[in-house]
């Protein structure tokens, strides 16, 4: 029996075992196929359960028609609590993706005027980011509750920043990267430091780049212009726990200046 020669809603059933990507595809297939595609039924079940408590905590509300359309809006990062965390949908697995911004972190002393300010900046989805004037003492730590996340994923979180110009003694040393949760600890390391343009080396890099080579983390690139370092990894099995995540270079007792911070994302790693 063909596909198309079922009834729409068990032919939406169907699609709702794929991916969004692959019910997209499959809508070509015919205008029977397509039609169900569309339902309102299909397209919820790529929603999170708790979607409805999700949009209420939504900053600015948003308007859509049918369930396909607020998939595709909450496929783009869209303020949530105050404006102080975004949420959004991975297009992939529809898994909930989260990033705290600045504000939500606990940065040492980011509340001291001598050692970091605090910006708009119009690259940012967030009202202000935090940027580093001068420091010895580099900390940055951030937590949420996983009962938050989609359950039965694995998950990375991403510490996203840019180097102001004037940005001074961050990759000396290696800062030290970290996620735990419950029993589950990981670790590494990253010299914070631009990534290489154009695949040209100043001379007194290179022995910095070969330092950088034998480490397990790098900086990269994002499409919004921002920079991320991995932090680490964990599986969500999907009980209620806390997740703690952070950077540090607190060894090193020389000066560090020059890093502009916008939050950590939590996102399914794949």
């Known amino acids: 029996m063909k596909l198309d020669h079922l009834p729409e809603d068990c032919i939406a ?21 397509h039609d169900a595609a569309e339902s309102d039924l299909l397209w919820e079940k790529f929603l999170p359960s708790d979607y409805r408590e999700i949009l209420s905590r939504l900053a600015t509300p948003v308007m859509f028609t049918s369930k396909k359309e607020l998939f595709q809006r909450l496929c783009n990062p869209l303020l949530v609590d105050g404006g102080k965390k975004t949420f959004s949908l991975d297009k992939l697995t529809s898994k909930k993706c989260y990033m705290l911004s600045a504000k939500e972190l606990s940065i040492t002393w980011a509340s001291n005027s001598l050692y970091w300010c605090w910006k708009p900046v119009d690259q940012s989805r967030f009202n202000e980011v935090a940027e580093l004037i001068i420091i010895c003492w580099l900390e940055i730590k951030g937590k949420m509750n996983t009962g938050m996340l989609s359950p039965n994923t694995t998950y990375c979180a991403y510490l ?10 961050l990759d000396s040393i290696p800062s030290e990267v970290s996620v735990e949760v419950g029993n589950y600890h990981s670790q590494g390391t990253i010299y914070l430091r631009r990534p290489k343009e154009d695949g040209k080396q100043p001379l007194e890099g290179i022995y910095i780049q070969r330092r950088i080579e034998a480490e397990d983390r790098v900086l990269r690139e994002r499409e919004d212009g921002w920079l991320e370092v991995e932090l680490g990894e964990f599986y969500n099995d999907g009980s209620d726990r806390e997740v703690k995540m952070s950077l540090k270079e607190i060894k090193g007792e020389h000066l560090k200046g020059g890093l502009i911070v916008e939050g950590i994302e939590l996102r399914p790693k794949y």
């Open 13 to 33: 059933h169907v699609l709702s075992l794929t991916s969004p990507r692959d019910v997209c595809k499959s809508s070509l297939v015919s205008s029977v196929v």
């Open 160 to 169: 996203i920043v840019k180097f102001a110009d004037r940005a001074v003694g």
